[in-house]
């Protein structure tokens, strides 16, 4: 069965440091991996990830894909509050219907002034 | 912008009652989705859209579940009869065909069944 696993599932940091948020899966036919951050609604897009060892970057946060090893991290450096929010990790594979989006439960970060 | 759009925001139920949840997609995106997310997990898959037609209604509870998307457009997930465990946020989202990696999510109805 495709699953998703995230950690930690909460996070409590300060302003100005850098966290890593882990993204483990099993999948029996990958297709991405994708990464979304959800404040008090809904989830809105960050990275897509289908390539082992090539970073993404957009700003403060990165991301990086290892298919050998089933497993992402989500970077972010200089934490702000505004990036406090529920960062959910999700797969999509190949197979059974296109799109399904195969959601890990989440981290809940905090970052404190 | 444009933005999926959902409506209600926020509803709440008394079990057994039937609800309904309406989503209007970004225009132009054949696929359209509807998620549960309960409370402090990740959302899961309902059912899936193309154009009108279902092509993935497998987690989706039949007995009490219903969705339609007549003219493959607008779409509306209802639920009857509603009981407490369906307390959630159902999400919409869409997509244009072929890209289903870029998947656009409403702003979600709370649902409260009491």
């Known amino acids: 069965e495709d699953k998703v696993v995230q950690s930690p599932l909460s996070l409590v940091v300060h302003e100005g440091d850098t966290v890593t948020l882990n993204c483990s899966y099993e999948?029996?036919?990958?297709?991405?991996l994708l990464w979304y951050k959800q404040e008090k609604k809904a989830p809105t897009f960050l990275f897509m990830l289908t390539s082992s060892g090539i970073e993404k970057k957009s700003g403060r946060l990165s991301s990086i894909l290892d298919k050998k090893e089933l497993f992402s991290i989500l970077n972010i450096t200089a934490t702000q509050t505004g990036d406090s929010a529920v960062y959910l990790c999700?797969?999509?594979?190949?197979?059974?219907?296109?799109?399904?989006?195969?959601f890990g439960k989440g981290t809940k970060l905090s970052v404190k002034p | 912008e444009a933005e999926v759009a959902q409506s209600p925001r926020y509803k709440i139920t008394e079990k057994s009652q039937a609800v309904a949840f309406w989503c209007d997609p970004i225009?132009?995106?054949?696929?359209l989705y509807w998620y549960r997310q309960i409370l402090g997990q990740g959302p899961e898959l309902l059912v899936q859209f193309q154009d009108e037609s279902v092509v993935d209604d497998s987690q989706l509870p039949k007995d009490r579940f219903s969705a339609e998307r007549l003219k493959g457009v607008d779409s509306t997930l209802k639920i009857q009869p509603a009981e407490l465990g369906d307390s959630a946020m159902y999400l919409c989202?869409?997509?244009?065909?072929?890209?289903?990696?870029?998947?656009?999510f409403g702003p979600g109805t709370r649902l409260t069944v009491t």
């Open positions: 999700a797969l999509m594979n190949y197979g059974g219907s296109q799109g399904n989006l195969i």
């Open positions: 999948v029996t036919n990958f297709r991405s």
């Open positions: 225009s132009g995106h054949a696929t």
């Open positions: 989202a869409s997509s244009f065909r072929d890209r289903e990696h870029e998947q656009y």
